[in-house]
């Protein structure tokens, strides 16, 4: 939850500042990862690698919309606050 709530707090306003904050998120993500089991270290991984997705794409690596991976993080977000109030 920290990692996410740090890439909303430095996301910023530009491409390049959103790239740097996702790719932080994703690196964030990945240690977290490593400890969670069960559905909540699924979903974190899922995040993890959509972080990867929506770095490459505003930093122009992919050439896809990343509102549509942004779309993705939210309702993982969302269901990964369900798993983690539900334990």
């Known amino acids: 939850m920290t990692a996410l ?3 909303r707090r430095n996301a910023g306003g ?3 500042s959103q790239a740097a904050a996702a790719q932080q998120t994703y690196r ?3 240690g977290a990862g ?3 089991q069960g559905a909540v270290g699924a979903m974190i991984r899922r995040l993890t690698a ?3 997705e929506l770095s490459f794409r505003l930093s122009g690596m992919v050439s896809s ?3 549509q991976v ?3 993080i939210n ?3 969302a269901e990964l606050k369900r798993l983690c109030e539900a334990t």
């Open 14 to 16: 530009t491409r390049g």
């Open 50 to 52: 959509e972080f990867q």
């Open 34 to 36: 490593l400890d969670a």
């Open 65 to 67: 919309d990343p509102e």
């Open 5 to 7: 709530a740090g890439y």
């Open 70 to 72: 942004i779309a993705d």
């Open 75 to 77: 309702a993982d977000f």
């Open 28 to 30: 964030d993500l990945m």
